[in-house]
């Protein structure tokens, strides 16, 4: 994938104007205008911000410790609906091939095959744990993969196989994508841009409510990024409860 700069009029370019009204059944998460709702990072010193309707993060959170952005209610079983984007990519990253059971393509020496990619990083948390992640990234598996249950070597083969995408269905960086994740007990499907990526995979000992997060990756230092980091936006963030 290309690494993209997108100037910084054209990456805070989004919907003015405040949150279309959930659909039927659906309660808004953001409201367009702030983060009510959600539980900034103490220390944060303004990295998480609403800008021209969107949720934006530029990976540069101040806080101590936790930099994610949780909501303030927890939810057990739900639909979740959102839009985001990669704003740009960070820098090459070592990116490992993914085969269809979750594992990692390997070469002679044994060692993963990896291959340097514009990549960057983030997520969202259900359930109030970063085991269960759905990721959102540029690896060439696609966004919508559980990574924490993933690489969990003492999950059964069909639970890593289950968490691992289908189909890769992000849409290029810059670009709007859309989410929906149903969680009902401890499974999980997920929907990218209308295309079933992760149907309906066991997330064993996952607990049974929790809250949401968007999540930070990586960060900046010594004048640059890191290979991996969450330049990312959301919009359009509502909950449906089971």
């Keep these: 994938m290309k690494n993209l700069f997108i100037p910084a009029?054209?990456?805070?370019?989004?919907?003015?104007?405040?949150?279309?009204?959930?659909?039927?059944?659906?309660?808004?998460?953001?409201?367009?205008?702030?983060?009510?709702?959600?539980?900034?990072?103490?220390?944060?010193?303004?990295?998480?911000?609403?800008?021209?309707?969107?949720?934006?993060?530029?990976?540069?959170?101040?806080?101590?410790?936790?930099?994610?952005l949780w909501?303030?209610?927890?939810?057990?079983?739900?639909?979740?609906?959102?839009?985001?984007?990669?704003?740009?990519?960070?820098?090459?990253?070592?990116?490992?091939?993914?085969?269809?059971?979750?594992?990692?393509?390997?070469?002679?020496?044994g060692k993963d095959i990896v291959t340097p990619t514009p990549n960057a990083d983030s997520g969202i948390y259900v359930r109030g744990t970063s085991k269960a992640q759905i990721n959102i990234w540029c690896w060439p598996i696609g966004s919508g993969e559980v990574y924490g249950y993933r690489m969990d070597q003492k999950m059964p083969a069909a639970v890593r196989a289950g968490v691992t995408p289908k189909i890769r269905a992000d849409k290029p960086v810059g670009e709007w994508n859309s989410f929906e994740i149903t969680m009902k007990g401890d499974r999980l499907t997920v929907v990218l841009n209308g295309k079933t990526v992760i149907d309906n995979a066991q997330l064993p000992g996952v607990p049974e409510k929790g809250a949401l997060a968007l999540q930070h990756h990586g960060g900046f230092k010594d004048g640059k990024y890191n290979p991996a980091s969450s330049l990312v936006q959301f919009r359009n963030v509502s909950i449906r409860e089971l």
């Design 9 to 68: 009029s054209f990456a805070l370019v989004a919907l003015a104007s405040p949150a279309p009204a959930a659909d039927a059944g659906f309660t808004s998460l953001f409201n367009g205008r702030d983060l009510a709702g959600w539980k900034v990072p103490a220390g944060d010193n303004g990295h998480w911000k609403v800008i021209n309707g969107v949720i934006d993060y530029d990976a540069r959170s101040e806080a101590a410790g936790d930099k994610n």
């Design 71 to 109: 909501s303030e209610k927890e939810y057990k079983d739900f639909v979740l609906r959102m839009d985001w984007r990669i704003k740009e990519t960070t820098g090459l990253y070592p990116v490992p091939t993914v085969l269809p059971d979750g594992s990692h393509k390997k070469g002679t020496d």
